[in-house]
């Protein structure tokens, strides 16, 4: 299987499982024998802060990092911070975005306006996306059996989307040997839910 | 998360840490020693993880310059020892380098260095290049994980031939980069060496001697510069390009790929050994260019000298980088920083249209509002901030190293200062000599013990009058949960005497030492005004575990996390919860303030902050100061 470059940011609030999501992308790109490079954050940095991986896939890719405009895909953990990732959005990403809001604190102590889900889905269109995709993953995680899985389920609703350069099942064998054992049949069911639930937007 | 221990001639997926670390169990590695600290901290708990397995001597150290001794240790008595520290860790250790490129190695030593440029998770960006130079040390510089394993590999074999340290240089985007890695076999193991000098002088370094070891070492270092350097220049592109770059570390990985997209006819010399520099190689790169432009984070290093080697090899050759001011000396670069600089120095338009971009998302991302780093939820810290500010707010705070730090920010404002480690209760003795204020230092338990001790003698001999905070919780938090002298495990999890702060304390002769829960905010405030009261240096412990620790002690008993909720008829919307106390998981309606269950540990900190009661458990929420849970 040949990829030339395929470019995949995860981005969340530091604590979301961010780099667990991007960890088994790596791993099922490992499996069919691509090039990648994969950037994460680790130290103070993470401490509820935003927090992006970026990983690129392809024999093409030399850097970990990826350049403003060329994203093919964003999984969004959390709305605001999918929409910080707009200077490498363009009509080549997709956009699989959870649409549960967690403000940030600080924005209460400094007055700063925080937007609602459908505005920030509107400002998200305005970039022209190839396709946004949004899911209730708190939900569907919950329905899984808990909410630490929301990842897991964006995990499965952005293989749902098609545009990952792996063969059907890859990502779900990756997620299998990924997977902490106490964890591994809750993040199945929570990846299956996901890949079930991807419907377009209102 | 990769399998540090898989077999040989496998691609595993290794971050750049772990593959330094799977490279020195492929050098034959014995004895490893370090202080946790971004972006190195990886490798170390990649060889606590193993260390066992393999056979190998892992310990955190109190701090880097111990761990750089009991390397040294080994090393003189013919082990092979690896110490690794984040780039201001090296300047706590460098005491003990300096002089040991003068003494050497009788078996093999590596020094790994990660430096930290735009200071993702630092107070510096200090590069780490110019101790390379100024110690003696050859550095080599990788530029991806599979290099990093291979790099440290070779490491060792040159600190055993040439028989000095030799130093491995990253950065965060090495350190932190996942990538493939092919696997060589582990020969890492332990068995006893002897400590015997190979001549009677050779660790003794004095007058004479010393001067006698530093001829010695710069003649090493002349044929390594010869016989090593070289080797790890590499030119790629066409051989008649009349354009260069010279360049090192992640910053050839993003050059690659800049060159296709600017597509010109260009060569690139990538350097693996930046010192010592393999002076004919660059002098004959740069005979075959017109121009070159010099590509590497921070200072100008590589910069300074290929014009040095310029002047004596190519003297018509234009030589351009940070100088010039073609590229960038603050912060990291990314591939936009580097295709900026090539269109800037070849004289084209950039391939991307990058004030399209910046104007498009200028416009959405004043819309989205910043969300720096916070203290988690059911942070200890977040409940000693809260005291304080009641208890001290007038105060001048110094702070120190680790999460902590995070309370300088609103509403908390109880850190004026964040330096250097240890740097709290240092500066708190010259804030008091030159001012009548009340001090306060706050420094973390792992922190108080790498650097706060010598410090707090000090203040005690000399009379101080200062409040310190130990805010101790139980483990080295912000570098992800290692282990310090302090808590009752060691790096490999067996049983370890744990240090008592408070005997610690005692022992030094302050006579106001209280330890509090700090989810005991009535206390901890009590506590807190009592010490400023006092004529003297005294000591407030607010002890309480990482709540990252506790919630995942919970889970692995199955406990279920049940979040707070906010009762609606009692909150009256005044929002003292958000502006006192600001835990991440409050949400502010419009109407009243809610927990967001994603987010809530269910810790009941923030119970007793609502002046109406509003905050309430749910069936099955804990309360972990009621419960003594984390204490």
Same mark, same amino acid.
């Given at each position: 299987? #040949?990829? @030339?470059?395929?470019?995949? /940011?995860?981005?969340? !609030?530091?604590?979301?499982? $961010? =780099?667990?999501? +991007?960890?088994?992308?790596?791993?099922?790109?490992?499996?069919?024998?691509?090039?990648?490079?994969?950037?994460?954050?680790?130290?103070?940095?993470?401490?509820?802060? #935003?927090? @992006?991986?970026?990983?690129? /896939?392809?024999?093409? !890719?030399?850097?970990?990092? $990826? =350049?403003?405009? +060329?994203?093919?895909?964003?999984?969004?953990?959390?709305?605001?911070?999918?929409?910080?990732?707009?200077?490498?959005?363009?009509?080549?990403?997709?956009?699989?975005?959870?649409?549960?809001?967690?403000?940030? /604190?600080?924005?209460?102590?400094?007055?700063?306006? $925080?937007?609602?889900?459908?505005?920030?889905?509107?400002?998200?269109?305005?970039?022209?996306?190839?396709?946004?995709?949004?899911?209730?993953?708190?939900?569907?995680?919950?329905?899984?059996?808990?909410?630490?899985?929301?990842?897991?389920?964006?995990?499965?609703?952005?293989?749902?989307?098609?545009?990952?350069?792996?063969?059907?099942?890859?990502?779900?064998?990756?997620?299998?040997?990924?997977?902490?054992?106490?964890?591994?049949?809750?993040?199945?069911?929570?990846?299956?839910?996901?890949?079930?639930?991807?419907?377009?937007?209102? | 998360?990769?399998?540090?221990?898989?077999?040989?001639?496998?691609?595993?997926?290794?971050?750049?840490?772990?593959?330094?670390?799977?490279?020195?169990?492929?050098?034959?590695?014995?004895?490893?020693?370090?202080?946790?600290?971004?972006?190195?901290?990886?490798?170390?708990?990649?060889?606590?993880?193993?260390?066992?397995?393999?056979?190998?001597?892992?310990?955190?150290?109190?701090?880097?310059?111990?761990?750089?001794?009991?390397?040294?240790?080994?090393?003189?008595?013919?082990?092979?020892?690896?110490?690794?520290?984040?780039?201001?860790?090296?300047?706590?250790?460098?005491?003990?380098?300096?002089?040991?490129?003068?003494?050497?190695?009788?078996?093999?030593?590596?020094?790994?260095?990660?430096?930290?440029?735009?200071?993702?998770?630092?107070?510096?960006?200090?590069?780490?290049?110019?101790?390379?130079?100024?110690?003696?040390?050859?550095?080599?510089?990788?530029?991806?994980?599979?290099?990093?394993?291979?790099?440290?590999?070779?490491?060792?074999?040159?600190?055993?031939?040439?028989?000095?340290?030799?130093?491995?240089?990253?950065?965060?985007?090495?350190?932190?980069?996942?990538?493939?890695?092919?696997?060589?076999?582990?020969?890492?193991?332990?068995?006893?060496?002897?400590?015997?000098?190979?001549?009677?002088?050779?660790?003794?370094?004095?007058?004479?001697?010393?001067?006698?070891?530093?001829?010695?070492?710069?003649?090493?270092?002349?044929?390594?510069?010869?016989?090593?350097?070289?080797?790890?220049?590499?030119?790629?592109?066409?051989?008649?390009?009349?354009?260069?770059?010279?360049?090192?570390?992640?910053?050839?990985?993003?050059?690659?790929?800049?060159?296709?997209?600017?597509?010109?006819?260009?060569?690139?010399?990538?350097?693996?050994?930046?010192?010592?520099?393999?002076?004919?190689?660059?002098?004959?790169?740069?005979?075959?260019?017109?121009?070159?432009?010099?590509?590497?984070?921070?200072?100008?290093?590589?910069?300074?000298?290929?014009?040095?080697?310029?002047?004596?090899?190519?003297?018509?050759?234009?030589?351009?980088?940070?100088?010039?001011?073609?590229?960038?000396?603050?912060?990291?670069?990314?591939?936009?920083?580097?295709?900026?600089?090539?269109?800037?120095?070849?004289?084209?338009?950039?391939?991307?249209?990058?004030?399209?971009?910046?104007?498009?998302?200028?416009?959405?991302?004043?819309?989205?509002?910043?969300?720096?780093?916070?203290?988690?939820?059911?942070?200890?810290?977040?409940?000693?901030?809260?005291?304080?500010?009641?208890?001290?707010?007038?105060?001048?705070?110094?702070?120190?190293?680790?999460?902590?730090?995070?309370?300088?920010?609103?509403?908390?404002?109880?850190?004026?200062?964040?330096?250097?480690?240890?740097?709290?209760?240092?500066?708190?003795?010259?804030?008091?000599?030159?001012?009548?204020?009340?001090?306060?230092?706050?420094?973390?338990?792992?922190?108080?013990?790498?650097?706060?001790?010598?410090?707090?003698?000090?203040?005690?001999?000399?009379?101080?009058?200062?409040?310190?905070?130990?805010?101790?919780?139980?483990?080295?938090?912000?570098?992800?949960?290692?282990?310090?002298?302090?808590?009752?495990?060691?790096?490999?999890?067996?049983?370890?005497?744990?240090?008592?702060?408070?005997?610690?304390?005692?022992?030094?002769?302050?006579?106001?030492?209280?330890?509090?829960?700090?989810?005991?905010?009535?206390?901890?405030?009590?506590?807190?005004?009592?010490?400023?009261?006092?004529?003297?240096?005294?000591?407030?412990?607010?002890?309480?575990?990482?709540?990252?620790?506790?919630?995942?002690?919970?889970?692995?008993?199955?406990?279920?996390?049940?979040?707070?909720?906010?009762?609606?008829?009692?909150?009256?919307?005044?929002?003292?919860?958000?502006?006192?106390?600001?835990?991440?998981?409050?949400?502010?309606?419009?109407?009243?303030?809610?927990?967001?269950?994603?987010?809530?540990?269910?810790?009941?900190?923030?119970?007793?902050?609502?002046?109406?009661?509003?905050?309430?458990?749910?069936?099955?929420?804990?309360?972990?100061?009621?419960?003594?849970?984390?204490?």
């Amino acid at each position: 299987m #040949s990829v @030339r470059e395929f470019n995949v /940011i995860v981005a969340g !609030v530091g604590g979301q499982g $961010i =780099l667990f999501t +991007t960890n088994v992308i790596a791993r099922a790109a490992l499996k069919l024998g691509l090039n990648f490079a994969q950037s994460e954050v680790h130290g103070l940095s993470q401490r509820y802060g #935003s927090i @992006r991986t970026e990983l690129r /896939i392809g024999s093409d !890719v030399s850097s970990p990092l $990826i =350049l403003e405009g +060329t994203l093919d895909l964003l999984i969004a953990l959390e709305p605001l911070e999918g929409l910080r990732q707009a200077p490498y959005i363009s009509e080549r990403t997709t956009v699989v975005m959870n649409n549960h809001v967690i403000p940030p /604190i600080g924005a209460y102590l400094e007055r700063f306006p $925080i937007p609602s889900f459908d505005e920030i889905l509107e400002l998200m269109r305005s970039l022209n996306p190839k396709q946004i995709m949004v899911l209730n993953a708190y939900d569907i995680a919950k329905e899984a059996g808990d909410y630490l899985v929301a990842n897991t389920v964006m995990l499965g609703a952005a293989q749902a989307t098609g545009v990952l350069p792996f063969p059907e099942g890859v990502l779900r064998e990756a997620l299998e040997e990924v997977s902490p054992s106490r964890y591994r049949d809750l993040n199945l069911r929570a990846f299956d839910l996901g890949r079930e639930s991807v419907s377009p937007p209102r | 998360m990769g399998d540090l221990l898989a077999p040989a001639n496998t691609l595993e997926v290794l971050l750049g840490n772990e593959a330094v670390a799977r490279g020195a169990l492929e050098a034959g590695l014995n004895v490893a020693a370090a202080y946790p600290g971004t972006p190195s901290t990886e490798i170390g708990e990649a060889l606590a993880k193993v260390a066992k397995k393999v056979g190998i001597y892992f310990e955190w150290s109190a701090n880097e310059k111990v761990a750089t001794e009991v390397a040294m240790g080994a090393a003189w008595s013919g082990l092979r020892a690896l110490t690794m520290m984040k780039h201001v860790g090296f300047n706590v250790a460098s005491d003990a380098i300096f002089t040991l490129a003068y003494a050497g190695v009788t078996g093999a030593m590596v020094i790994v260095s990660a430096d930290d440029p735009h200071a993702h998770s630092s107070q510096n960006e200090q590069d780490n290049r110019h101790y390379g130079e100024s110690v003696g040390l050859p550095m080599l510089e990788p530029t991806n994980p599979q290099e990093a394993k291979d790099f440290t590999k070779e490491a060792f074999e040159l600190s055993s031939r040439y028989k000095i340290p030799v130093m491995v240089r990253t950065t965060t985007r090495i350190s932190h980069q996942r990538g493939p890695v092919r696997l060589g076999e582990i020969t890492a193991g332990f068995s006893k060496g002897k400590f015997v000098p190979p001549e009677p002088d050779r660790y003794l370094q004095v007058g004479a001697i010393a001067r006698k070891h530093h001829a010695e070492l710069l003649e090493k270092l002349k044929e390594i510069s010869m016989d090593v350097s070289p080797s790890y220049a590499k030119v790629e592109g066409s051989s008649d390009a009349e354009f260069g770059v010279v360049t090192s570390g992640v910053a050839y990985a993003h050059t690659k790929e800049a060159l296709k997209l600017v597509n010109v006819d260009a060569k690139i010399l990538k350097l693996g050994m930046t010192f010592p520099l393999p002076e004919e190689v660059i002098g004959e790169f740069l005979s075959s260019v017109n121009t070159v432009l010099v590509v590497e984070e921070l200072d100008p290093y590589l910069e300074m000298r290929v014009k040095a080697i310029a002047k004596d090899h190519a003297p018509e050759v234009e030589v351009l980088g940070k100088l010039t001011g073609h590229m960038p000396r603050v912060g990291e670069y990314t591939m936009r920083t580097v295709l900026e600089g090539l269109s800037k120095a070849l004289g084209v338009v950039p391939p991307v249209n990058f004030a399209e971009i910046d104007r498009r998302s200028s416009e959405i991302l004043k819309k989205v509002p910043p969300r720096p780093p916070v203290l988690c939820p059911a942070c200890p810290h977040r409940s000693t901030g809260y005291a304080l500010r009641r208890a001290a707010g007038r105060a001048a705070f110094m702070g120190d190293i680790g999460c902590y730090a995070l309370l300088f920010q609103k509403p908390f404002r109880v850190e004026h200062v964040t330096h250097a480690m240890g740097s709290s209760i240092g500066l708190a003795n010259g804030i008091d000599i030159a001012t009548d204020q009340d001090v306060v230092a706050l420094i973390g338990d792992s922190t108080f013990f790498h650097a706060g001790i010598p410090a707090l003698i000090n203040a005690v001999h000399n009379k101080r009058k200062m409040t310190v905070m130990i805010m101790d919780n139980r483990i080295t938090a912000m570098t992800g949960h290692q282990p310090h002298p302090g808590t009752e495990v060691n790096a490999v999890g067996d049983e370890a005497p744990a240090i008592d702060i408070e005997k610690v304390v005692r022992s030094i002769g302050v006579d106001y030492v209280r330890v509090v829960d700090p989810y005991d905010h009535a206390a901890t405030e009590r506590a807190i005004r009592e010490a400023l009261k006092h004529d003297g240096v005294s000591v407030v412990i607010t002890k309480r575990e990482c709540a990252l620790l506790t919630v995942a002690r919970l889970r692995r008993q199955g406990q279920k996390i049940v979040p707070y909720r906010v009762n609606p008829d009692k909150c009256t919307y005044c929002r003292v919860c958000i502006n006192t106390f600001a835990c991440p998981a409050f949400v502010d309606t419009g109407s009243m303030v809610e927990i967001d269950p994603t987010v809530c540990f269910g810790c009941g900190a923030c119970v007793p902050v609502c002046p109406y009661g509003a905050f309430e458990p749910q069936e099955g929420s804990l309360n972990w100061r009621e419960q003594k849970i984390g204490v």
